[in-house]
């Protein structure tokens, strides 16, 4: 963090504002790698603290007349029926969970720094702060034991799974660490979360002698169930309750010993609060209400329950009585900071003087991220650990915006989706600043290459993040991003569609931006699907082949689905696909079903550019695309927008379709023909006819040439607000002009021409490998869609292709062949093997066919 504050400090000569061209440097790394969890976009948000503008725990005094609570990545004190907050701590890092000691002496709390979370011990009489655990795991969770002398916490330190440890604190120090619950691994297979299991979520008994906790101990789905365990005697475990939980269960027994409190959404598709016994005995629901309430903790006197909630959308604190239901909000209206601090107006605007909504990044010499205080901020999920300690926090701002930032050097960064250029200013501030314009200008295609406009075909309103997303604010937020169309993606997590209320089958124009509803089947043994624009129902059951449950059966497949989907007259991709090329020989599982159904005609499209590696994408699309399957490319984000830490934003991966955004079927349309092409920031423009032709085709288009063959003139252009290592002209998956770059990496405009004598596709490609702190993804990548080029009596001839997608539902038919158990039927099982034979028999005539 030293490090951060000093170069800040010495790039900051003068207030000025220019175009971001800051070049691509190394590799990004995941936030919090050192957990081996899978699945780190599940636990992170769902499990690990995040920087929020309201608060996010809280903790009481022994008295019950203050609290303290995390808020703005600090901790603050307030008094109960106060509207002012004293700032207790300002990092180095972000300062979490907070808990205060029985004795009234110390709070103890998580620090997020150098991509760690440790334990920080506070002295409430003096302010001193000693670091209690060191090193690079994750220690969260810290739980005071009621007498005052030990601990229960969260650690990764057990080979990167989370595990329950107890420790005493002697001498404002840790001693005798003991593991509880740590390491052990369940028989049950499992997609979502590891083979060892995790114990999470501690709080302890009245007298202290056993801990309250979350584990997933043979458990198939979900985060796990409540158990009880001994602290002297750790193999004495019971299970309370059966709870299927996403990480914030929190069990919290009341100081009487009977009544153990805790967050669930049993047959809802939000967190409320519940009631049982020490013995799980019939849970009874506390609170109700169509959004989270999360963080419950007891007073000490039983009398009240203090929780956070959702349901204005941000993070807010409420106290309820336990009888009676009334409810007080804790507003910090006053805050006092422990360092100046020095209110930041923000303005956004064209290069035209129009005012635009985009993105924000405010970066202090303190090495912290800041943003208003009504504010929504979201996290990166991945950082570049050579430049910084921590990853990027943004904010939306409509506009215009103001905020609290330290006296000093700050750092702003904004941007307004891929059309406009992104501007950067340092400057000091002053006990008065003056308001700071931002001027983003707009860069755009030769109108030559027609008219887009831009869709993310893949998001998440809400799944399970900390925040309540509205179909009004994702508008807002998607505007700010540049974005014309949102494709709002219903789905399971577990037991739950949190969206399935938002489903109809019109749109909703907000803020000019069209919003639609669709659907995300889910299985992850065939590979996930969207349905976009149905036109009647969603489909159901949402998901099929979870092991270990009713719906362990295979069937229904993908095609199953497909078909239904397309009764509807919805347009089917496959999405987020390999995050590594498909190997037939290769050991282990091989059950993706997008080759049966690219193959018979049930997949429209695929997302090319998306939650996955865009490039190993790119080599399996390019093979269907040469067996001749008119197989488009899509894009989406999968972005979680209720998340406080998320891959997006909304708009990160984004399709550019020459479509009306509020005509469904000229929509589809474009889609299904791939009229445009799909980027996370480049745009690409790409033009394509026969040289004695008039008239040039786009991606989509088909080129038609005699017999002989042809010249064809390919007109190509690049405008990108990030820059592009390699521009490329790629025709049956191999590579045929490159387009130096090294002069200009941010725009192009290119004639080349190429003698074609066989049928097959054109298409352009920008790529940048090395990471931009810019674009939120893996690295920089924008393909078109293909322009097809007809020959005369030359079909598209792969048999290399045709055999690998042969040997990969060999593959499909092997492992369908050990799912005996797993089938309702036999007819199920029937059913997929003649599917599985009708495409291979497919194939074999490409294979066998004479070019």
Known sequence: MKKLSSMVVFIIVMMTVFVVRVEAETQRTPVMAQVAHPHNYYWREMYLPQLTSGPSAASYAPSGETIVYSMQGSLWRQDMGSDTAYQLTKGPGYDYQPDWSPDGRFIIFTRQYENALNLILYNVETGQETP????????????????????????????????????????????????????????????????????????????????????????????????????????DRVRVLVEETTWSARPELAHDGKRLLFSSYEGRQWHQLWLTTTQGLSPLPLTFGDYDI???????????????????????????????????????????????????????????????????????????????????????????????????????????CILDVPKGDVVITAMSGFSHNSALKKMTTEATTEPVNLTLSQIKLPDEFGQYISA?????????????????????????????????????????????????????????????????????????????????????????????????????????????????????????????????????????SLPLDVIQGRADFLEVVSF?????????????????????????????????????PVGLNRAYLQADPNNPSSLKHAIK??????????????????????????????????????????????????PVERLEVVQNGKVIHRVDMTKNKYQADVDVNVPVKVSGWILLRAVNENEHPLVQDLYTYATTNPVWINVENKPQYAPEDARYFIDWIDRIKDHIETRDDDFNAAWEKEVILTDIDQAKAVLQEKLNAIP
């Open 294 to 400: 999360k963080m419950a903790r007891w007073s000490p006197a039983d009398k009240h329950i203090l929780y956070v909630s959702n349901e204005t959308g941000g993070l807010e604190l409420w106290q309820q009585t336990v009888v009676g239901g009334a409810r007080q909000k804790i507003t910090a209206t006053n805050k006092v900071y422990k360092s100046p601090m020095v209110s930041l107006q923000i303005s956004l605007q064209d290069d035209k003087a129009i005012g635009l909504d985009g993105r924000v990044m405010v970066l202090a010499s303190d090495g912290r991220h800041y943003a208003p205080t009504n504010s929504r901020i979201h996290g990166d999920d991945y950082f570049n650990e050579k430049k910084t300690s921590h990853e990027n926090h943004y904010f939306h701002c409509f506009k215009s």
């Open 673 to 722: 023909l791939g009229n445009g092409y799909v980027t996370n920031g480049p745009q690409l423009g790409l033009l394509v006819k026969e040289k004695q032709q008039e008239n040039a085709v786009g991606s989509g288009g088909e080129v038609t040439l005699p017999e002989q063959g042809g010249e064809l003139e390919i007109h190509l252009a690049l405008r990108s607000f990030v």
């Open 132 to 235: 209690l655990t060191r090193g690079t795991s994750v220690n969260v969770e810290p739980r005071w034991s009621p007498d005052s002398t030990k601990i229960a916490y969260i650690s990764s330190k057990e080979k990167g799974y989370f595990g329950l440890y107890v420790a005493e604190i002697k001498q404002q120090k840790m001693e005798n660490i003991r593991p509880i619950v740590v390491g052990h691994k369940s028989e049950r297979d499992r997609y979502y979360y590891s083979e060892t299991d995790h114990a999470i979520n501690p709080s302890w008994s009245p007298d202290g002698s056993r801990l309250y906790y979350v584990s997933n101990d043979e458990v198939a789905w979900g985060s796990g169930d409540i158990w009880s365990v001994s602290v002297k005697n750790p193999q």
């Open 456 to 592: 993310d075909m893949h998001v998440h309103m809400n799944y399970g993040g900390q925040y309540k997303q509205t179909v009004a604010r994702l508008a807002k937020q998607a505007k700010a991003e540049g974005l014309d169309v949102v494709y709002n993606l219903l789905v399971n997590k577990e037991q739950r569609i949190p969206d399935i209320s938002q489903f109809k089958t019109t749109s909703d124009l907000l803020d000019g931006v069209t919003i639609y509803q669709a659907q995300e089947y889910h299985t992850s043994y065939w590979g996930h699907m969207s349905f976009l624009h149905l036109n009647d129902h969603l489909l159901t059951p949402d998901f099929a082949s979870y092991r270990h449950t009713a719906l362990a059966s295979p069937y229904p497949t993908n095609g199953v689905m497909s078909d239904l989907a397309h009764d509807q007259g919805a347009v089917v991709g496959y999405v987020h696909p390999f995050d590594s090329m498909p190997d037939p020989s290769a050991s282990g599982r091989l059950s993706h």
């Open 612 to 648: 996955a590696d865009h490039q190993e994408t790119a080599k399996v699309w390019y093979k269907f695309l040469n067996l001749g399957y008119h197989l488009a490319a899509g894009a989406g984000t999968d972005a979680m927008t209720n998340y406080a830490s998320l891959r997006g």
